[in-house]
């Protein structure tokens, strides 16, 4: 696997490989790799010629101080768990590399009700953010294809609108949820549970996955009422949203038979970390 820290190196080695007709697909990661990364990283071995990967903690998306500095950094780690799933390039820049000129975003993107629900509403900044540095990545890279985690759906939907505003090349596809054997959804961040709570953790998507079920039964306003108070119900998880949403407008919808397909999405406090969750109901 070549590693490149430097723009200028990473895109002499990736216009070559373009001259020699090969196909890119970049999986951008901000590192602390677990399974969920590497299906990414499977994704793009079977879709392109050449696998990139990226390590880049951005600070521009965190909306807090505590979470940036805490965010877990493991990169000897990431390096072998990418040579190892067979990443063919890792671009491991430094803040200065991806922001020559200052973290101040030059371009601001419309991404309209999109980006004001869920996390948008309660990440202020967020998305500006990751649409900033996936911006300056693609820019970088210039992938075939940007392949990404269900995990963050909203993500995957704001970088969808990305590509059309920008009117990019680059093709989205996003790779399912990878979740440990009791249903948590892997995160980087699940390190950082005490026991008791990583224990207590997989409730989140045992609740999703009823939502799934209520479908026959409940009202949907009921069934995400009853859904929140199963996650709250032990007093150590507080749910910061849960919502039943429109797949492509992200907009909360009131009947089940509102949308083709309506993702349940939830963001839960548990102790010092926040997770999120979501499932696809069709
Ligand atoms: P992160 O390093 O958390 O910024 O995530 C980098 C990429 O990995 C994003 O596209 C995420 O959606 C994806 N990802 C994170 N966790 C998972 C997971 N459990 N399953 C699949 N993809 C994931």
């Not at 869920?118 to 300056?136: D, I, K, M, P, T």
């Not at 429109?246 to 839960?268: I, P, Y």
Request: proline share 3%; with cysteine; glycine share 4%.
């Amino acid at each position: 696997m070549y590693i490149f820290k430097k723009v200028s190196d990473l895109q002499h080695h990736l216009e070559k490989e373009s001259e020699a007709g090969k196909t890119i697909a970049f999986a951008p990661t901000m590192g602390a790799l677990h399974d969920g990364h590497v299906s990414l990283i499977d994704q793009s071995n079977e879709i392109a010629d050449i696998c990139v990967s990226s390590i880049f903690v951005n600070p521009t998306q965190f909306d807090q101080k505590e979470d940036l500095e805490k965010y877990p950094r493991t990169v000897d780690a990431d390096i072998e768990i990418l040579a190892k799933n067979k990443c063919d390039v890792l671009f491991l820049p430094e803040v200065e590399d991806v922001y020559p000129d200052g973290m101040e975003a030059k371009e601001q993107y419309d991404f309209g009700q999109l980006g004001n629900v869920l996390e948008g509403a309660h990440r202020s900044g967020h998305f500006e953010g990751v649409a900033q540095v996936v911006n300056r990545l693609l820019e970088i890279v210039k992938p075939n294809w940007i392949v990404m985690g269900q995990k963050d759906y909203q993500q995957t939907a704001i970088i969808r609108r990305l590509l059309k505003l920008t009117n990019s090349k680059t093709e989205i596809v996003v790779s399912p949820t990878i979740r440990e054997e009791d249903g948590l959804a892997m995160s980087s961040r699940n390190v950082r549970l005490e026991p008791d709570e990583r224990a207590e953790a997989p409730i989140i998507n045992e609740v999703l996955e009823g939502v799934r079920t209520a479908a026959d039964k409940l009202s949907v306003a009921m069934a995400k009422k009853e859904a929140i108070l199963k996650i709250e119900k032990s007093g150590s998880m507080k749910v910061d949203y849960l919502d039943i949403v429109h797949f492509e407008t992200l907009q909360s919808v009131k009947n089940w038979d509102d949308a083709e397909q309506l993702v349940v999405c939830t963001a839960v406090h548990l102790g010092k970390v926040r997770l999120i969750d979501n499932i696809i109901i069709t």
